[in-house]
């Protein structure tokens, strides 16, 4: 009898112990950066978890984008890693090696791939064929138009597939808006090699051979990257655009919210902040051909760390982020497009025609922009040392020609430093 | 048992000043010392800043040779010494010339409050105000120009431009420190000179020249070190006010460090170059107060 009562007390203290174990109060960092839409999006994201798993909550240190990758190599550094963080497409290949492994958590690499869009490369989510990063939200480099100038001039920008402009054509509409409403500029463009990449790829440039392993831009591909850098530095030269963004560092988006553009070439990502801001209508046109369509795509990813405090429970909440509950919850309360190929309309009331304006020039961005910029490990020193590089032919302290070169020469080096590493 | 006293205290005395000295050593070693150490150490190494101590490995002199051969680096070497160049005497004969002024205006006290108050703000917020002054777009400058119908300077977009814009920011937001530490020279000087060389018929300006400025020289010596230390380590202020720009005519060392050690994640080639900073620094100082005599009067 003695026994059975031993037993039983033993068995209802395990219980009690898995119990507790089970329910153990956990609460995982999670490094973000983001505004005010971002940050109570990913709340809500994490707060749908938490609904899932009580015991499980969140401790969201807020950063500035800025200042995300010095964060994160700190606290990396120390040892003491976030569970949880937001990184840029241009940050992902850097913490390649530090990563959570979720391939087990969102059923295998291939299964992961085959639930997103297809234009994506899936290596920069993965490393060794490992899942190692979960798509947040694209973006593209649109063309967001001042609505309220354009209807003023009388001049019609395109919403329609059919009725996509030119380059020559393009150029003319922002000319006329500019005379006929004496705004201050035609054109703003975000300062950002890859922003400016957008038109050559339209002029059907590109940077890099199919395989990675040269550069072709000024070589097979040097007629076209001189045409679309001329046509840039002309923008400036006449006028369209301020040299004050581009040279002399000032701020496209002061311009963009003060109503003196008549259009804004920028990441689509945060346009919905802009309603917040600015007195006018605006609105996504579609941007202009040369010899083909293009887009860049940019996006941001979650990833988790391997030495963070809960790496079982951090790989689980990046499984939900990854399912179509935690990704819709985020892109939707953020007016963001879906890596997720099920997922390309979420309603997002009047945002929902230009989402899916930007949803298309995604789908129409050739393999060559893709191929170039889905690089993660070669872009951070693309981004950093061409940009002087553009700045400089603007500003006339180099030809076309010569800043072509230049580029060509940067952008080998860098290659040379990714491939000696492997 | 007094011999055994005098041991005693002898001993505590002897501890005292180490005692003293602990704390400061301690801090100094904690947050100087070790960093600057494990600086040196990853600049020879292949360090990326994420690295666990056994994937590093030693690469010699490797990323002093990649630095020196970089046009970046070189470029804003030339820029950090060019603006160290400038601002360093006009830096130290301004803040002379105020510290002089004040101490002969009577009632000058609101003068040197007016001159100090730039030093209480961030070096951030003085960069951002001074672009609202010079902006091509929205400067209130500018703005006076285009009302009165003017061609106005593209400030910011003009390398030879923003450099002076740059020196105009530095200048007003610095020169009141470097002022009161003058001010607290020229009081500590004796008025009986001062009485004497007006008996002898001396000007208010051979005064100036003949007594302050000479006896002046342990503040000189001072105001010229600090003033160094701070042209080779400027970075806030001009990133604010120019963003390095135009076409990185005004890209300083430290940004350029900055920049190559968190964006390019080149830690260790970043850590090469704050060495190749720190040494120059070094070397400068030593020099200064060499020439100097460490501030000695003759």
Redesign the interface.
Known sequence: MKRIIALIICLVLMLCAVIGLAEEAVVLDVLWSGDAIQMAAIESVLDAYTAKHPNVTFNIIETVYEDS??KI?TM??GGEPPAIARVSDTQVG??K??ALDLTDYVGGTEKFTSEYMSNLDSSLFTYNDRVVAVPLYVTHNGLVVNKDLFEQAGVAYPTAEEDIWTWDEFLAALNTVKEKTGC?YGLLWDVSVHRWATMLYQYGGRIFSDDRTSVVMNTEYREQSIEALQCFVDMHQSGLM???VW????SAN??WY?G?AAAFWCGTWGIMNFMNVVDFEYDIAYTPVKVQRSSVIGGHYTMGFKDCKYPEIAADVLAFMHSKEGDNIYCHDTYSLSYRADSADLGWDKATDMLLRSRNELDNTPFESVNDWMFADVT??L???CK?II??AI?G?MTVEEAIDEFAVVAQDALDVYWSSK | MKRKNRIAVSAGDKAAPYLFVAPNFVILTIFYGIPLAMGLIYSFTNYD??MSFSQISFVGLKNYQTVLNQS?FIRAATNTLKYAVSIVPLMTVGALLLAWLTTLIKRAYWLRVLAYVPVTISAIAVGLIWRWVF????GILNSMFYSLGLEAP????TKSL?FVVVLIATLWSRVGYFMVLYVSGIENISQQYYEAATIDGASLWQSFTRITIPLLKPTHVMVLILNVIEAFKAYALVYAL???????GTTMMIQHIY?TS????RMAQGNAMAMLLFFAILLLTIIQYALGKGGELE
């Open positions: 990758n010095a190599q990396l550094a850097l913490y090696p530090y201050e301020p040299t004050s040279v002399g560092g000032g002061d311009i003060a003196e951070p020193t981004m950093a040392d002087p700045q400089a500003a302290e | 800043g994420l970046a902006d091509t777009d929205f593209r400030w910011l977009e923003a120019t963003r390095g720009g135009p076409v990185n920049e968190f964006a390019k994640m």
